[in-house]
């Protein structure tokens, strides 16, 4: 079946709260603070108001949806670049590489060939037991700790998306000495 990617709109919003309340029920079972594991009409309201929020289509379903912070937003990510969050894939999919793919346009497309952005940030809770596995296997580092006072420590992770931009590892533990930065932890490029 044939699947597109686009923005989502206003009229998107409650099978967004459905996909996201599906998709993030393993994170309540595990006890993890994600505001995107309790989606309601305001919070999604206020996500399409305030972030890039992109939906992949399969048919007529909404099956992945992901979100950009962008680093002028009220609440940017911890780095100057854009910062993942809200990604989600119906778990009725899962295993199908859709949610691979909405990274990848993410990614690729709109990020780097579109906006030609030099890195992507994420973070999730540091002892999720398989999330930061999953991003080092799709090119994501490491990069910083902080307590955002939400239950876990927010371990960020950063992928590199064009070498040529990307300014290194120790301007960025300059500028954002709010984070906190293990021993030797660097960004390879």
């Known amino acids: 079946m044939e699947t597109i990617v686009r923005r989502a709109t206003e009229d998107d919003i409650y099978d967004l709260i459905n996909l996201m ?61 854009p910062h993942i969050w809200w990604f989600a894939t119906s778990p009725k ?19 780097l060939n579109h906006l030609n952005v030099p890195a992507v940030s994420l973070g999730t809770a540091d002892h999720h037991p398989w999330l930061i596995d999953m991003y080092v296997k799709k090119g994501y580092q490491k990069f910083g700790k902080q307590d955002l006072k939400k239950g876990h420590i927010t371990q960020y992770l950063v992928k590199v998306l064009n070498q040529d931009k990307f300014k290194g590892t120790e301007e960025l533990k300059e500028k954002f000495n709010q984070v906190i930065f293990e021993e030797g932890e660097t960004i390879e490029i």
């Not at 919070?43 to 992109?54: A, P, Q, T, V």
């Not at 909404?62 to 979100?67: D, F, K, N, P, Y």
């Not at 899962?94 to 993410?106: A, D, P, R, T």
């Open 21 to 81: 309340y599906e998709a993030y029920e393993p994170i309540r079972a595990l006890g993890i603070n994600f505001q995107s594991a309790n989606p309601t009409e305001a919070s999604i309201r206020k996500n399409l108001e305030e972030n890039i929020c992109f939906i992949l289509e399969s048919g007529d379903e909404i099956v992945s949806t992901l979100s950009l912070r962008m680093p002028w937003s009220d609440n940017p990510g911890p780095y100057y670049f």
């Open 93 to 111: 999919y899962k295993n199908k590489k859709f949610g691979s793919k909405l990274l990848n346009y993410v990614e690729n497309d709109y990020l």
